[in-house]
Nanobody, 118 residues
Framework: VQLQASGGGSVQAGGSLRLSCAAS????????LAWYRQAPGKQREFVAS???????TYADSVQGRFTIFRASAKNAVDLQMNSLKPEDTAVYYC?????????????WGQGTEVTVSS
């Protein structure tokens, strides 16, 4: 699975951005689609995920502000980010987990940078 992330940029605190991650395979055939982020000097952390069942999970830090959804027309997983805070500043990565008959593979997109200024 190849993943192509886009939509990052700079915004002031309180603003919004939408990230998009286009997949090379049918997104409904991918077991888990997720977004992670890595702030400068910190480890990569989980942001949100959506499973084939439709089950959605969010990190506590973004609950109520971010929305993850599968955009079928684009074959992408989008992340709508509202009420952005300076602490949301990071490089955001999309991730795909796909289970095959004999193995499970994990795929990463190239990352897109989000900067939130106060």
């Amino acid at each position: 699975v190849q993943l192509q992330a886009s939509g990052g940029g700079s915004v002031q605190a309180g603003g919004s951005l939408r990230l998009s991650c286009a997949a090379s395979e049918n997104i409904f055939a991918i077991n888990v689609l997720a977004w992670y982020r890595q702030a400068p000097g910190k480890q990569r952390e989980f942001v949100a995920s959506v499973r084939t069942s439709g089950e959605i999970t969010y990190a506590d830090s973004v609950q109520g502000r971010f929305t993850i959804f599968r955009a079928s027309a684009k074959n992408a997983v989008d992340l709508q980010m509202n009420s952005l805070k300076p602490e949301d500043t990071a490089v955001y990565y999309c991730n795909a987990l796909k289970r095959y008959l004999l193995e499970t593979k994990n795929y990463w997109g190239q990352g897109t940078e989000v900067t939130v200024s106060s």
